[in-house]
Nanobody, 119 residues
């Protein structure tokens, strides 16, 4: 069974930094696109950043320049480096990946990690 496990969330002051990690485990053949989404209270889940298996990257306009997504294919892991954090970045952050495993191809989600930006 495939799982995505996130880590790295927490409480940080405005202007601070955090690095999120998401590791995929299980009987995995291939991982295609990976990405980070976030959901703030009372709002819809939104894409923060995505990265393809070939390294193509896209960001939400609100995080461009401040956030950097990367992946380590050998470790089946995707990262999100978040700099110059703002209170409006406060949300639960979810990892997402399109994975081909013994069970076929599916879209998987992590359990979510809370990021709170507050003084």
């Amino acid at each position: 069974q495939v799982q995505l496990v996130e880590s790295g969330g927490g409480l940080v002051q405005p202007g601070g930094s955090l690095r999120l990690s998401c590791a995929a485990s299980g009987r995995i053949f291939s991982i295609y696109g990976m990405g980070w989404y976030r959901q703030a209270p009372g709002k819809q889940r939104e894409l923060v950043a995505g990265i393809t298996s070939g390294g193509g990257i896209n960001y939400a306009d609100s995080v461009k320049v401040r956030f950097t997504i990367s992946r380590d294919n050998a470790k089946n892991t995707v990262y999100l480096q978040m700099n110059d954090l703002k209170p409006e970045d406060t949300a639960v952050y979810y990892c997402n990946a399109a994975i081909r495993s013994y069970g076929g191809e599916s879209d998987y989600w992590g359990q979510g990690t809370q990021v709170t930006v507050s003084s």
